[in-house]
């Protein structure tokens, strides 16, 4: 199976690190778990998982899990509340842990198999972010520093353990004491490290892969064409794909040039050439994923479209007082042609694909801008320390805009430059965009929070902290020559990439062919 192309592979598997073996190789899911789990394609549907229930009371200010009993981590000890407090505790004492936004006044155990959390005010979305959250056993964990803990033999309580490990191989094996009887009936888990993401296609086209979540160019000529009785596909669309800006960078920190350069995009282009029109290009400034998110959309905002318009682009830098030179670029406040870098890994080859795309665009207008391939660790690296000028990323997913919003928007998950950023990659300071997601966390009702989301939306549009280019699809695709099981869109039960915590419910639905 793949996910990301990682070679060699980290020997690593803390959960809270992005950087470790396991999250780069998407291993992760397989071996720690949640409290619950979401179904992001069908809104509302979530799964009772390490908790057996939960209930938001108290005016959505307390969070109250009951845990799942009989669960153990993998060297046989009882899963118990304390676990869970521990592990958040730790997002309390190392915010760097904190991936997920957790924010919570307090936890508590009340028994062994009861977890309350005390909000300090209404935070409807941490029922998201909370039960989304990697529990990790406190006998084992309690005397490391985690932020530098490797984790190389991990005890989980996931349904598969690390059977052998290698730079250039990882191999997960049944636990057969996992707490879902009879789960999983795939009894193993390959996790090949590929050089590129040609030589990982090569392999998938050939048969070697049974489940990848790979951008291929024309996938049904290279992939499903070779065997269109047993090999699928399907690109579920969950997110936005956004060209971000340094902000602490000039002259990206100035809006006339996020502006010009996202006037100067061609969109389309970037959608049928960078991405073999799998991904379809981004329409509205918001944001928003249209036409789906339309019951959000800001009433002044509905007719809003992007349009390239390189006249346009042209007259913001010039309003902007830049000038042209003689050599076809516009010059810095150095007298210096304006020069930028997009770097992402050059084994997304969509991505490099998109990158070459905006470079021509911005050529157009006169920006030069030079397009630098990385290893997938050096790119994450890079972008969480703000080491980097553009780069083109996904969003964050989750059951609203709300969460691809407080991904690139909410400053109190980012850092100085130099220092891991867990979101907010851009370095977007504003007081109006943190009260605007704080009304969405502390609506009490879906009226409220969509005014919250609305005003985010004026945000974008006003700003442009983030330049939107495509909405970004789950990539999965999957042999059921000799297993069956699998998610479609008839039965959207998950997104069927081999990534992220979904991952897990799609490998436990999984099945021999009998």
Request: no cysteine; proline share 7%.
């Amino acid at each position: 199976m793949s996910g990301n192309t990682v070679e060699p592979i980290p020997h690593s598997f803390n959960p809270y690190i992005l950087t470790s073996g396991g999250n780069l190789i998407d291993a992760e899911p397989m071996i720690y778990e949640s409290l619950l789990q979401f179904d992001l394609l069908k809104p509302g549907t979530i799964y009772n998982w390490l908790a057996s229930s939960y209930q938001l009371t108290n005016g959505d200010k307390t969070l109250t899990f009951n845990l799942r009993k009989g669960v153990k981590w993998t060297d046989g000890t009882p899963f118990t509340s304390a676990d869970v407090v521990f592990s958040f505790d730790l997002m309390k004492k190392y915010p760097s842990l904190n991936s997920n936004g957790d924010t919570f006044a307090s936890v508590r155990a009340e028994g062994p198999y009861k977890v309350v959390f005390s909000l300090a005010k209404a935070n409807y979305p941490q029922l998201y972010d909370i039960g989304s959250t990697y529990i990790v056993p406190e006998h084992l964990w309690k005397n490391v520093n985690p932020t530098r803990f490797l984790d190389t033999n991990p005890d989980g309580t996931g349904p598969y353990t690390v059977e052998r490990f290698s730079p250039e191989d990882l191999v997960l094996t049944k636990n057969p004491n996992y707490w879902q009887r009879g789960k999983p009936q795939v009894a193993e888990l390959n996790y090949p490290a590929w050089s590129s993401a040609d030589a990982d296609n090569r392999d998938l086209s050939n048969g070697t892969e049974t489940w990848a979540g790979n951008y291929i160019p024309d996938v049904k000529k290279t992939y499903i064409a070779a065997d269109p009785k047993y090999r699928h596909y399907w690109f579920a669309p969950v997110g936005v794909v956004a060209l971000l800006p340094n902000l602490t960078v000039y002259p990206l920190n100035e809006l006339a040039v996020r502006k010009a350069i996202s006037d100067a995009i061609d969109r389309q282009t970037v959608s049928v050439e960078g991405e073999s029109t799998y991904e379809a290009p981004a329409t509205s400034p918001t944001g928003l994923v249209l036409p789906y998110d339309n019951s959000v959309l800001a009433p002044q905002y509905k007719n809003l479209r992007f349009k390239q318009d390189d006249a346009q682009a042209k007259k913001l830098l010039e309003g902007a007082g830049f000038k042209m030179g003689s050599g076809g670029y516009f010059l810095g406040k150095d007298g210096k042609p304006i020069t930028l870098t997009i770097m992402d890994p050059s084994s997304y080859s969509d991505y490099m694909t998109d990158a070459q795309i905006i470079s021509s665009n911005l050529k157009a207008i006169g920006i030069k801008v030079n397009v630098e391939g990385l290893s997938v660790n050096a790119w994450t690296a890079d972008y969480t320390d703000g080491d980097f000028q553009l780069t083109i990323l996904y969003s964050n997913i989750g059951p609203s805009p709300y969460y691809w919003y407080n991904g690139w928007l909410n400053d109190s998950l980012t850092a100085p430059v130099g220092k891991a950023a867990t979101a907010d990659f851009s370095r977007w300071y504003s007081a109006s965009t943190q009260k605007a997601l704080a009304e969405y966390t502390t609506g009490t009702t879906v009226a409220a929070r969509n005014a919250g989301i609305m005003a985010i939306e004026k945000v974008m549009v006003e700003d442009e902290p983030v330049i939107p280019l495509v909405y970004s699809a789950v990539w999965f695709e999957y042999d059921n020559r000799n297993v069956v099981g699998w998610p479609t869109p008839s039965n959207p039960y998950a997104m069927g990439e081999p990534a992220g915590a979904n991952a897990e419910v799609t490998v436990l639905h999984l099945r021999p062919r009998k």
